[in-house]
């Protein structure tokens, strides 16, 4: 059974979230939280599989509690997912660099929601290709105050670092596979390996590695 927390601080959303989840014979939801701040407390009582956060609240918003929730060592299984109206809001990337799993907007359709909290539970990022890509550009456009050390990198083979630059091209480990003529169960050993090297919870922060280390330069970069 996936245990879910909802927090949003519009008590209808999550009422129509709680009854979609609970209608799955695998998921249920365990806690509601109405800001992050309660997002938090019940988080660490509780100890869900997933949480879906909403980036907007009052108080303590969703992205500070995405941050504390990640920071916290004794809720490593545990991962966010940030709910929010659009489909690209300025927080997001900031909430991936947090370790958060992906992203949902909130009009996703019911079957797209369940199984986007099966994939997050088993380990995989919530990022399309297309949205990966639309993502990296808008934060590729903002100026960075502090680069990534290239340090960073030094423990990876060459092999890796040529995956981790395809993972933040969005591209899927079936894809991968096919790039490098390889199997797709290789190129997911080579993923899973960078990601442990690198210290990334998942793809998405694989991907947010990536660009910060400037492995990949945005397509967008590229024709400007």
């Known amino acids: 059974m996936i245990r879910v927390l909802l927090a949003d601080d519009q008590a209808l959303v999550r009422a129509g979230f709680r009854a979609l989840l609970d209608s799955a014979p695998d998921i249920q939801v365990v806690a509601e939280a109405a800001d992050g701040a309660e997002a938090v407390r019940l988080t660490r009582d509780e100890r869900p599989d997933v949480v879906l956060m909403d980036i907007r609240m009052p108080g303590v918003d969703g992205l500070a509690a995405a941050g504390r929730i990640l920071s916290d060592r004794s809720l490593d299984r545990t991962r966010v997912v940030i709910l929010t109206t659009f489909d690209l809001d300025e927080y ?16 996703t359709e019911p079957a797209d929601l369940l199984q986007a909290v099966r994939v997050v539970h088993g380990g995989e990022a919530l990022l399309s290709p297309g949205v990966t890509r639309r993502l990296i550009a808008d934060y590729a456009r903002r100026p960075r105050s502090a680069p990534e050390p290239s340090t960073r990198l030094n423990g990876l083979t060459e092999r890796e670092r040529e995956v981790v ?9 079936e894809e ?8 797709p169960a290789t190129a997911k050993t080579h993923v899973s390996r960078a990601m442990v090297k690198l210290g990334a919870r998942d793809r998405a922060q694989l991907v947010v590695i990536a660009y910060e280390a400037a492995l990949v330069t945005p397509r967008w970069s590229r024709e400007s």
């Open 176 to 183: 991968i596979a096919a790039r490098l003529v390889v199997s």
């Open 165 to 173: 630059a395809l993972v933040g091209g969005g591209l899927s480990n």
């Open 92 to 107: 997001i990337f900031d909430a991936l660099r947090a370790g958060a799993s992906g992203f949902l907007v909130k009009d």
